[in-house]
């Protein structure tokens, strides 16, 4: 069966590169702070924490990366590539909420399964 996603336009496939942190990008990479868990806004979810984990073990060169505010902190670079390939990863479905409810959008999703 489609995903709904692929069946009405008011849902979207959610990618887990919606739910990461931003990190700055440079010279083809992305630069991944060390303890970015606590200092970054994101989903809180393991998906995501072990998405980035395995990110940094299979392609992560351990470098200085820029934090902003002068903190240059130690951390990985993950080549952009690397990093857009994992993060393109559909984990979920979102939706227009000014072309539907969130209750609407509740109901179909349960009918779907």
Known sequence: M??????DDRFQ???????APNFRC????VEIPDGWESRYCWDQED??????????ADHGIRSRVFEGRGIEPN???VPIAAWDAAMNVIVGVQWDLSRISNEE????LREAH
């Open 47 to 56: 998906s995501t924490k072990n998405a980035i984990a395995s990110l940094i």
């Open 2 to 7: 489609n995903a709904i996603y692929e069946r």
């Open 26 to 29: 440079s010279g083809g990479s």
């Open 105 to 108: 959008a509740m109901v179909l």
């Open 13 to 19: 496939a959610a990618r887990l590169r919606f739910f």
């Open 75 to 77: 951390g990985y670079r």
